[in-house]
Nanobody
């Protein structure tokens, strides 16, 4: 079992920035590929970004490229999502997830463990 706890969400004006954190409970955190997803009101869950176990490879949804950055600190069992140039459309609950699947999955059902989510609200 891996327990994931997100933090860092909040209310921000359009154009602003937020950094989300996701702390993992397990010492084997460094073996997991980590991903961020989001769910906006009335919409399906959406892939945001993923990062390989050692941080060497990352991938992003097209709409986040150049604005969002995923990173990890395995010594702290934490993955981050730096979000810049935020837009009202970025308003959602953001979830981190962990998987031992190969590659950098962009599909939610490839992830085994999920956090409870953190709300991000961007005012226009």
């Amino acid at each position: 079992q891996v327990q994931l706890v997100e933090s860092g969400g909040g209310l921000v004006q359009a154009g602003g920035s937020l950094r989300l954190s996701c702390a993992a409970s397990r010492r084997t955190f460094s073996t997991y590929t980590m991903g961020w997803f989001r769910r906006a009101p009335g919409k399906e869950r959406e892939f945001v970004a993923a990062i390989s176990w050692n941080g060497g490879t990352t991938t992003y949804a097209d709409s986040m490229k150049g604005r969002f950055t995923i990173s990890r600190d395995n010594a702290k069992n934490t993955v981050y999502l730096q979000m810049n140039s935020l837009k009202a459309d970025d308003t959602a609950v953001y979830y981190c997830a962990a998987t031992l699947s190969a590659g950098l999955p962009g599909i939610g059902n490839r992830y085994n463990y999920w956090g409870q989510g953190t709300q991000v609200t961007v005012s226009s």
